[in-house]
């Protein structure tokens, strides 16, 4: 990877996976155009921030392009975070290309309740499937009994009490997850605006305390959180739900200049999660700006002894 002016020897992983949220209010275009960013501070103030998580697939590729993928896109402002995730394994940043911040807030937002609405109906889709094929059964069953007994036996192996007690199970198994369709129907969890969270930051510094080296940024999330999807007893009373959880986004390196990527500059910091490089990157008009880490007077800043 190129382009930041220092790398930690000893970096930490991303504790907690970044979750999917959304998140309401008006976007629009707001670059960095000042001499200096430090991220915390300008997410406290009233300017609307976005901000891109990315990462390539690819563990071995450390280079920034067009065709690295989006995993997360984030807003700040008054001191909160909100994040979209797109749909999938993300976007490239040439999905984004010539496209306004609204927009891109605005196909994530649908991206959003798409995911949720499609993983509620997987839930409802494994059930039905599983009615249609025990259904299926049972007719077969049913019709096997209708064929002449002596034939029945030639080409099947089957007497007629066999048959019987495969269709009164098969039976069984319909009236079963009937019960169960309609069990998930009446527990499923309703979508919910994610909401924008209160951000904070955990730095460390070098031998002076002065310095800051490394900086971790926190935040609460709300996401939805799959179980077991087997159709059993269990499952029936153990549905899928909202929970809240802490998430983190460790940054051990700021860039020197930005980096183009079509007619855009990208700034920001890097890290590393799951053994793989990643990009934390806002959009900049300015081609000197320069990317601190934040200063441990900063408000919601707490230093860590790591």
Known sequence: MKRYIKRLINVALLGTAILSLAACGKSGANQVNSKEITFLKDAQSSNQR????ASNDDSQNRELSKNTKIRTIFVTKDGKITAYSPKGTGMSF???????????????KKADRASFDEFVSGDHSLVASQIKEARKNFKDAKELLATDT???????????????EDMDSDAETVSYLQSVAKNLKSKEPKYKVPFASDLRAEVTTDSSGNKVGSERLVYSARSYQPVDTLVTDEYKTNYPEYKMATSNIPLQGTYYAPDHIFDDLYTGYTGVADDKDF????????????????????KNVKVMNY
């Open 150 to 164: 002596e034939r029945r036996k030639h080409d099947i192996g089957l007497d007629k009490s066999v048959v019987e």
């Open 50 to 53: 976005i901000w891109y998580f």
């Open 279 to 298: 990009y934390f990157l806002t959009k900049t008009t300015n081609k000197n700006v320069k990317v601190q880490f934040d200063k441990t007077k900063t």
């Open 94 to 108: 040439k999905e984004i290309n010539k496209k306004s911040d609204s927009q891109i807030i605005a196909t994530l």
